[in-house]
C-alpha cells in the first residue's frame, strides 16, 4: 500500500478530508521522527514500539577483495510490531 492509498483509507475510515487525512499522518511521522531524534522511545501498547539503538564500530571484509575494513559506529531504528496486527 502506497501512502496515496493510505491517505485515501484514513479519510474514508475517519470521515476527514483527504486533505486532512494527509496533514494528520504527516503529523504523526514528525512526532515520532522528533521523538526518536530526541531520543525517547515511541510505544503504543498491544501495536507497536520504536526506539534509537547504537550499533558499535565493527570489523568487517570488503566482499570483493576481501581486505579488512573498519565499520563505523552508527545509531539506528529499531521496531517491533505486535502480532496483533495480523488479526
Known sequence: MTKAEFVIR???KTGMSKKDAANAINAF???TA???QAGDK???????K???????????RNPLTGEEIEIAAKKS???????KLLG
Open 34 to 36: 522528533e521523538a526518536l
Open 77 to 83: 531504528i529499531k521496531a517491533k510490531f505486535s502480532d
Open 50 to 60: 520504536a526506539e534509537v539503538t547504537e550499533r558499535k564500530a565493527r570489523k568487517g
Open 29 to 31: 511521522f514528525d512526532v
Open 10 to 12: 484514513y479519510s474514508e
Open 42 to 48: 515511541v510505544v503504543f501498547p498491544g501495536t507497536f
